[in-house]
């Protein structure tokens, strides 16, 4: 299957910063990237969708200024939690599809403490 | 709108038993079926997917599952269980296509005993 890569695999950091994690599809060009959020021993709730080149479109709850998306390139998304909390502490997923009605492709994830 | 279903949170079965994961779908579209396997803290791996061409789908590592129409269902099954299959099974339901995304049922943590 495609490769999809993120960075950091995990990333511990204080109150009130912001923290960006990158999410690229190593071996094919992605049209749409997708942000999961993980809780512990639950399911992944999809939080947002995003097509290179335009604005990423939120699912219903999902605060847009505070999880910021950017689809830069075919190859690569942002995700930035910007002034981070306690309750933000999650594990973050994304994915990439190549193309319409195509299998979305999972990186490792990004494990996020917020202290 | 879409939805899975899965029920048993929590399955355990033998090594060399039957597994047999269960999964109840629910869309106003053909649906595009996807059971993914997920080991602690990684990502997800696609073990099998329907799209609407054959109704018994192979996957990898010995699992398959079959969709069944009337049943709106497509459990996973495979013949033997090994030790490495002890992980989180998601099911998931797609639009086929039209947006891409992919709503997932809440998991089955399956336990394999020696």
């Known amino acids: 299957g495609a490769v999809v890569s993120q960075h950091p695999s995990r990333v511990i950091c204080k109150s009130g910063t912001s923290v960006k994690i990158e999410c690229r599809s190593l071996?094919?060009?992605?049209?749409?990237m997708f942000w999961y959020r993980q809780f512990p021993k639950q399911s992944l709730m999809l939080m947002a969708t995003?097509?290179?080149?335009?604005?990423?479109?939120?699912e219903q709850g999902v605060e847009k200024d505070k999880f910021l998306i950017n689809h830069a390139s075919l190859t690569l998304s942002t995700l930035t939690v910007t002034s981070a909390h306690p309750e933000d502490s999650s594990f973050y997923i994304c994915s990439s599809v190549a193309g319409k009605a195509d299998t979305q492709y999972f990186g490792p994830g990004t494990r996020l403490t917020v202290l | 709108a879409q939805s899975v279903t899965q029920l048993g949170s929590h399955v355990s079965v033998s090594e060399g038993a039957l597994v047999l994961l269960r999964c109840n779908y629910s869309?106003?579209?053909?649906?595009?079926l996807f059971w993914y396997v997920q080991y602690p803290n990684q990502g997800l791996q696609l073990l099998l997917k329907?799209?609407?061409?054959?109704?018994l789908v192979k996957g990898i590592n010995g699992f398959e599952a079959e969709f069944k129409k009337s049943e709106t269902s497509f459990h996973l099954t495979k013949p033997s269980a090994h030790m490495s299959d002890a992980a989180e099974y998601f099911c998931?339901?797609?639009?086929?296509?039209?947006?891409?995304?992919?709503?997932f049922g809440t998991g089955t943590l399956l336990a394999v005993q020696p």
């Open positions: 995003s097509n290179e080149g335009s604005k990423a479109t939120y």
């Open positions: 329907y799209t609407s061409a054959a109704t």
């Open positions: 998931a339901v797609s639009d086929g296509g039209a947006t891409n995304k992919l709503i």
């Open positions: 869309s106003s579209v053909p649906p595009y």
């Open positions: 071996d094919f060009q992605a049209t749409t």
